[in-house]
């Protein structure tokens, strides 16, 4: 289900379809959205209500898209109260998310883009490299 908010983001009901634990405690998370896949900009991100129990929503980057599929993807690594609910989510469960969100950004040289994503990546320790992206 989408709604459009003022023609620049959506709020949709976002079905998960995967959900991956790796080392550390981060996560991918795959989420089902045509709107949100198709007018996602490298650099944007999205909220996310991760429980009933939260009403407070959560910004997450917004990892890769998959327009083909209709779906996204968002790594996110536990660090609180919220991303330990979001943790918790199951395969099939209906997510509210709000997005597009932020001023993406245009990829212009592959090698440079990549050697700034490599030098963010490590500089955050595989936080989110989207604020620090130039």
């Known amino acids: 289900m989408s709604k459009n908010n003022r023609n620049t983001i959506n709020v949709e009901d976002c079905q998960v379809l995967a959900h991956y634990k790796f080392a550390g405690d981060q996560y991918i998370i795959t989420l089902s959205s045509e709107a949100i896949a198709n007018e996602t900009r490298p650099g944007q ?24 599929n209709a779906t996204f993807d968002l790594l996110y690594k536990v660090v609180g109260e919220g991303t330990r609910q979001f943790a918790e989510r ?18 212009t040289d592959k090698k440079t883009s990549a050697i700034n994503w490599r030098r963010c990546w490590y500089a955050t320790d595989g936080g989110d490299c989207t604020r620090y992206q130039r």
């Not at 999205?46 to 998959?66: E, G, K, Q, Y």
């Open 45 to 68: 991100f999205v909220h996310i209500t991760v429980s009933d129990a939260l009403p407070m929503r959560r910004p997450i980057s917004i990892m890769s898209v998959d327009k083909e």
């Open 90 to 107: 199951k395969i099939g469960e209906t997510l509210s998310v709000i997005g597009p969100i932020g001023n993406g950004f245009t990829m």
